[in-house]
């Protein structure tokens, strides 16, 4: 049977907090960049029928704010991938 670490209590002040012996996440941003970004162009197709009345009513920036997003997180998604291979180098 596996031997279980057992949470580090730290007080501070006049509270204690327990710690539990878990690993960080090796989490490097690329799939949440991509998720989001997906979901930025989702946003702007699903808003494409509506341009004439985006334009009547004067919203036609979130059109243009959908195009920025996903515009922003082709960057993003290039950044990530390139500091994760510097990483891993």
Known sequence: MESQE???KHEIGKRTYLVAPVAPLDVDGVRTLEVGTG???LGF???LPF?????ET???WWLWTCLA???LGLFGIEFCR???Q???D
């Open 6 to 8: 057992q949470p580090v």
């Open 51 to 55: 341009y004439g009345r985006l334009e």
């Open 45 to 47: 197709i699903a808003l």
């Open 39 to 41: 979901l930025w162009l």
């Open 82 to 84: 390139r500091r994760r």
């Open 69 to 71: 997003g996903f515009g």
């Open 86 to 88: 510097r990483r891993v």
């Open 58 to 60: 004067g919203n036609l």
